[in-house]
């Protein structure tokens, strides 16, 4: 296929959204499928660099990492009156196999090294974490598929097997996320909408300062993303758009204190580059527009392992010859 064609573009495209899934939407589109085909692993590892600076006056309670398609990681939130700045990196490791064309699991893992540095009545702290964050369950479901009436569709869930939020004592269970994507094609724009829903269990607190409760129940987290996407050539595809996040409020059992419900607002930028067949790499940036949410930097790389299945092109015109004779 060569580079130059606009016809191979657009066969690109369509392939990609008649083959794939978006990744939960989040990710743009790439030439290859992003779903894990039958029979096969995907390996996916991504590096994301999380900054934020607040400077306001916070509670005790907890705070969010935006990794996209729904998926936070929850650090501490320091009581300040000061400022507090916010650096860390969180390593994500997932295995995806494909127990059919339409359906797949998995289970990935995130380490997180985290630094905050607290300045208050000109006295400056260091805090620093290095730990194995959590391990989760996933699957995804594409619910329908070159549907003459609706659009592409896809379901997901994750469920918390492991986690080890710091501040908290380690919990099975501690949390559960599905979520729906619909998306649809107009050469060469996809278009994508996708919301999820977390739900937060109560947590234990390790150590609580002397009058603070010894248990939180995380607020649940309610979040909707649009995306548009643009396939530059067969190897590139550029993605923007649209983040809006509703989490509710902390809560102290058996106390009268709570955190307020607050909702943010964030822009995302995205780029796919089509390393070689086998491996596709993303770049992905998540800023904060409205809120102390920061902003996350992500870096990307899904692999196919095992024997290749048959390029997108070929896959396409088996698809159009089934379509032709059965009309």
């Given amino acids: 296929m060569s580079h130059n064609s606009y016809f191979g573009t657009i066969i690109t495209i369509v392939a990609a959204c008649t083959f794939s899934s978006l990744c939960h939407a989040d990710l743009p589109l790439t030439i290859e499928s992003l779903t894990t085909d039958k029979g096969r692993f995907k390996l996916d590892t991504t590096i994301s660099y999380f900054n934020q600076n607040n400077s306001s006056l916070s509670s005790q309670g907890s705070n969010i990492i935006d990794l996209g398609n729904g998926n936070v990681v929850t650090i501490p939130n320091l009581p300040t009156e000061g400022i507090v ?192 067949e086998r491996s596709n790499l993303t770049a992905n940036l998540r800023a904060d527009v409205s809120g102390d949410s920061g902003s996350t930097l992500s870096l990307g790389m899904t692999t196919k392992l095992g024997k290749l299945p048959p390029p997108i092109s070929q896959q396409y015109r088996k698809n159009k010859e089934r379509e032709i004779l059965n009309n």
């Fill in 85 to 276: 700045n916010t650096d860390s990196v969180i390593g994500t490791v997932g295995l995806r196999y494909g127990i059919s064309e339409a359906w797949e699991v998995g289970v990935k893992t995130n380490g997180l090294v985290l630094e905050q540095r607290q300045e208050n009545e000109d006295k400056v702290s260091t805090q620093s974490d290095t730990r194995i964050q959590d391990v989760s369950l996933t699957t995804q479901y594409q619910l329908t598929k070159n549907h003459k009436i609706l659009p592409d569709s896809l379901v997901f869930s994750e469920l918390s097997l492991y986690d080890n939020t710091s501040g908290f004592e380690k919990e099975t269970a501690s949390s559960a996320l599905v979520g729906s994507t619909v998306y649809t094609v107009n050469d060469p724009i996809a278009l994508s909408l996708t919301g999820t829903y977390q739900y937060n269990n109560t947590r234990k607190v390790l150590s609580p300062p002397e009058g603070f409760p010894d248990q939180i129940d995380i607020g649940n987290i309610f979040s909707l993303s649009g995306s548009v996407a643009f396939a530059v050539n067969p190897d590139i595809t550029l993605n923007t758009g649209v983040g809006w996040r509703m989490i509710e409020g902390d809560k102290f059992p058996n106390t009268e204190v709570d955190r307020a419900r607050r909702t943010e607002t964030s822009l995302n930028l995205g780029m796919a580059y089509a390393l070689t």
